[in-house]
Nanobody, 117 residues
Framework: QVQLVESGGGLVQAGESLRLSCAASGSIFRIIAMNWYRQAPGKERDMVASITSGGSTNVVDSLKARFTISRDNAKNTMYLQMNSLKPEDTAVYYC???????????WGKGTLVTVSV
């Protein structure tokens, strides 16, 4: 089992920055990738960024200029740095961990980011 706890969400004004954290615990040695997803009100959950166990990172094209994913292995924590936030970034942001054997996805409970105009 893997437990994921997100933190760092909140209410900010457009143009400001936030850094989200996802602390992982449990059988994290089985994890091959960790991801950030977000779900805006009334919309589907979409992937935002990913980082593999080998350290390869990816951010969706539309967010690459403003979002950065990283991790601290010593703290078993993944981060999402979000700059120049826009109202359309308002969403619940979820941490996801992908296990290969057996195949399984773990999810955190999410952290709400609200960006006001």
């Amino acid at each position: 089992q893997v437990q994921l706890v997100e933190s760092g969400g909140g209410l900010v004004q457009a143009g400001e920055s936030l850094r989200l954290s996802c602390a992982a615990s449990g059988s994290i040695f089985r994890i091959i990738a960790m991801n950030w997803y977000r779900q805006a009100p009334g919309k589907e959950r979409d992937m935002v960024a990913s980082i593999t166990s080998g350290g390869s990172t990816n951010v969706v094209d539309s967010l690459k200029a403003r979002f950065t994913i990283s991790r601290d292995n010593a703290k078993n924590t993944m981060y999402l740095q979000m700059n120049s936030l826009k109202p359309e970034d308002t969403a619940v942001y979820y941490c996801n961990a992908r296990q290969q054997y057996p195949p399984m996805d773990y999810w955190g409970k999410g952290t709400l980011v609200t960006v006001s105009v």
